[in-house]
């Protein structure tokens, strides 16, 4: 930067730092990571024991409120999200009047905004209880929300789950239901999904997290933060990758699957084309959550009987990019969503819903971010700026100018 251009000059020294690449905007108890070596945590525990172990909301409470729950404290904490699991029927009408290939993700993000004005008591959060009571409120309607949003795409009639079902399982059938048909929750699939999940949960002070920390540092309410949270995840440099992924994969099968004309298009800078699923902002050696998740790809598509020729040309440009000095020199490795789509399409889910399914799991982590923010009772965000603008000029009326 050119100091003769920074004018407006402020009482002290301002970090310029685009991107917050180096940046700590707050002090965090709930994940580890460290990039350099791969290493994953949530509340101190191995992301690998997590998704090899626990399920879903056992995770959920781990990231939220510390620990692993008990049995009866599980118990309690899903019998209260059951009991949220409704939105108010004027809902639906929000919901009918998007057009039907409106991108699921800004109907989420609109839906999740809109529950504030249904439940007035989720904003004005100030005690444990009163957030309490939010988080099991949204962990009870999210799901409900992703459903529909899916349903609606397919024009299936919009429904609500089984208080019979475990979180997961529950989610699958509000999705998948069809009328007068009975759903059967496949099991391998119900495990995949859990872990999907769980490796999505949380990844400390990524743009999404880092969105919702800061909306909700304004004391807005919970949905409104987590909505903000949605659009930030939308986008394909973040949780939209999932998406442009397959997208990406597609393409290239339809041209013939040449994966290493792919790669000198990803190394060639005039080309704004970048491989999606490579290249992470921390993880540096390599991607723990995708080393999971290649495995599970394999697992689910074997136990499925699917065989996708798509998993063939990420295995491929997998290999390429480990071997190619490009990617080598940038630390360029498959991050989560670089075989997460994959599994999620074994599953019957559309393209558009991945980053949908992203922000499932994604939920209980920006919630524990939230609360902790209100609980350290963190000030407002509020980053500054080097104005580089016009010095003062004349103002010139309509007329001369
Ligand atoms: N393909 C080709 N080149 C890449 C890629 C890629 N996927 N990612 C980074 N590079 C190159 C850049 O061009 C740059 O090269 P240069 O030094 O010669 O200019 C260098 O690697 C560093 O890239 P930056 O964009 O500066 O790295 P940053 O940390 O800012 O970005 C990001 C990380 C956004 C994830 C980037 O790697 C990317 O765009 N990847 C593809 C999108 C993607 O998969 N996003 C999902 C992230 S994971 C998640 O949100 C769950």
Redesign the pocket.
Same mark, same amino acid.
């Given at each position: 930067i050119d100091v003769k251009t920074l004018r407006g000059a402020t009482n002290g020294v301002i970090t310029i730092d685009p !991107?917050y %690449?180096n940046t700590g905007a707050c002090t965090s108890g709930i994940t580890f990571l460290d990039g350099e070596k791969g290493i994953l945590r949530y509340r101190g525990y191995a992301i690998e024991d997590l998704a090899e172990k626990a399920d879903f909301l056992e995770v959920a409470y781990a990231l939220i409120f510390g620990n692993l729950p008990t049995e009866e404290q599980l118990a309690k904490f899903h019998e209260d999200i059951k009991e949220n699991a409704i939105v108010d029927e004027e809902v639906k009408k929000i919901l009918e009047a998007f057009p039907k290939n409106a991108h699921p993700m800004g109907v989420l993000s609109s839906l999740t905004s809109a529950l504030t004005a249904f439940n007035p008591s989720s904003v004005n959060v100030d005690s444990e209880e009163e957030m309490y009571n939010a988080i099991v409120k949204i962990m009870g309607k999210f799901p409900v929300l992703v459903a529909w949003t899916m349903r609606k795409k397919k024009g299936f009639p919009l429904n609500y789950g089984s208080k019979k079902l475990g979180y997961v399982e529950n989610v699958l059938q509000m999705m998948f239901e069809k009328p007068h048909e009975d759903y059967e929750i496949n099991p391998i699939v119900k495990d995949a999904l859990d872990k999907l999940l769980i490796l999505?949960a949380d990844?400390e002070q $990524?743009?999404s997290t880092s969105t919702v920390r800061i909306v909700g540092s304004s004391h807005a309410g919970l949905f409104a933060s987590l909505s903000a949270g949605i659009s930030a995840?939308w986008g394909?440099? #973040? !949780?939209?990758? $999932?998406q &442009?992924?397959l997208e990406m994969l597609e393409a290239i099968k339809e041209d013939g699957g040449d994966t290493k004309k792919y790669m000198a298009k &990803? %190394?060639d %800078?005039s080309d704004p084309?970048?491989?999606?699923? /490579?290249? #992470?902002?921390?993880y540096k050696n390599f =991607?723990p959550r995708a080393r999971i998740i290649k495995k599970a790809a394999d697992e689910v598509l074997g136990d499925l009987g699917v065989e996708d020729p798509i998993l063939d040309i990420a295995k491929g440009l997998e290999k390429e990019a480990l071997e190619d000095q490009? /990617?080598v020199d940038?630390k360029?490795y498959p $991050?989560? =969503? /670089?075989y997460s789509g994959i599994i999620y399409r074994a599953m019957g889910i559309p393209i558009e819903m991945f980053t949908v399914m /992203?922000a499932l799991g994604r939920l209980p982590g920006w919630i524990a971010q939230w609360r902790e923010m209100r609980l350290n009772k963190e000030p407002i965000g509020r980053p500054r700026q080097i104005y580089t603008g016009e010095n003062l000029r004349d103002f010139k009326n309509i007329s001369d100018r």
């Open positions: !991107g %690449k999505h990844h $990524n743009c995840l394909p440099l #973040h !949780g939209g990758a $999932n &442009a992924v &990803a %190394k %800078k084309f970048r491989l999606m699923g /490579f290249g #992470h902002r921390v =991607d490009y /990617f940038r360029l $991050n989560v =969503d /670089f /992203f």
